[in-house]
């Protein structure tokens, strides 16, 4: 292992790197065992390399798509649900035969850090504070001052703080608990567990842990400005309370920008979050930078343009609207809010399922809204175009003024 200081600033070595990536979130440590394994030397700066501690969850075809291509073996790289519920407030259920999955933190992140030192990948304990261009190669200054020159950096330090958050407080408890969470299943949202029509809308979300534990998070889908976690954590509470729960854990505090910036231009190709490849409606992130690690480490073993694979992750009108339809959900209350989710539901599943992939080509993002508008009751129909054209008003006030 390298340690910085070990590399003073002005120091020509190590500098025959093809890449260096900054951080080792999932969209970092994919990354950087995918160029390693395609023979680029390749260096990962961190300030450690301990599993991701946050409860990681995608779909399973998500999964089984992405395992291959990082030489991860899909039976023990997630856990598997089905069926997976949404429940209306009205209490109303519908089972997706679409499956879900949690990564098995520990498995995913030793299985790729594995792959990376295997295929002679460096770990460089430390910070990335800076990147530069110099003479045609890329340069990463690290926080000591150390410096790593690469062919390419590419920049995987996580998002922005953004102004909407999806944010939720979640509490392991004892399991089975078959009244909120079905057996085997996912509870991907249940917006009558924790309806009040007082407060801002949230949904719970549950999942059964390997230990025979369940996480059950109340969750705020996206607002601006975000809900306070300490009303998250005390709604959750009360339901816990009248179902006899208690938390059995520590809890899990979940705040994930929705429409942070990706990190400013200059040296260096950004990764994951750091390049603003959030799903503004879900906060998911996970699958999208599994997907394109190997892609990223393909387009530089042959010679070409990162970024042109980083911008094809998100097409570009497919993020504008996207940004559209979190800017059409910030302003719901709770009782439009569920009319929305079950009419989302009701659509063919490659429809929805083309709404929740940042990568979708724009028409398919159209087609489902366009789709979940038609679905929607009258009422609820005439309160999304008043919001719509609320916030059409204010983009265009915006650029004007
Ligand atoms: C609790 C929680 C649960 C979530 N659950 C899901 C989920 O179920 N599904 C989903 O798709 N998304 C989920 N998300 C959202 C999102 O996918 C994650 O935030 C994900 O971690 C983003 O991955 P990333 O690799 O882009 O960035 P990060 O995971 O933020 O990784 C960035 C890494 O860079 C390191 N770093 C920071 N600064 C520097 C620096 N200067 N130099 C070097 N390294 C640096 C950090 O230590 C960190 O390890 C969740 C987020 C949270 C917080």
Known sequence: MWSS??????????????VVVAGAGPAGLSAAAACAAAGLRTAL???????????YSLWADELDAAAGPLGLDPATAATRYSPTVVR??????????????????DVVHAALLDRFRASGGEVVTGRVAGMLADGGREVAVLADGGRLTARVVLDARGGGPGSAQQRA??????????????????LLMDWAALADPALPPAFLYGLPLDD????????????????????????LAALLAAHGLRPAGDAE??????????????????????????????GYSVASSLRLGPRVAAALAGGSDPHRVVRAARPRATAALLGLGLEVLLPLDAAATDAFFAAFFTLPERTWAAYLDVGSPPAAIAAAMARVFAALPPAARARLLRDVARTAGRRVRIRRG
């Not at 209306?88 to 933190?105: F, I, K, P, V």
């Not at 369940?214 to 005390?234: H, I, K, N, Q, Y």
């Not at 979940?254 to 503004?280: C, M, N």
């Open 212 to 235: 025979g534990t369940v996480l059950l998070e109340a969750t705020s889908l996206a607002a601006r400005p975000p809900l306070p976690l300490a009303g998250l954590r005390d709604r």
């Open 45 to 55: 700066v961190a300030p450690g390399t301990r599993p991701w501690p946050a409860t």
């Open 253 to 282: 505090r979940v705040a994930i920008p929705l429409d942070g910036a990706a990190r400013g231009a200059g040296a260096g190709t950004r990764l994951g979050a750091a390049a603003g490849l959030v799903h503004p409606a879900t």
């Open 5 to 18: 200081p070990a590399v003073p600033a002005a120091s020509p070595a190590p500098d025959d790197l093809d």
């Open 169 to 186: 407080w979640g509490e392991v408890v004892a399991g089975p608990v078959p009244d909120l969470v079905p057996p085997g299943g996912a």
């Open 88 to 105: 209306t407030a009205a209490g109303g259920e519908r089972r997706l035969s679409r499956g879900y999955a949690r990564l098995r933190n």
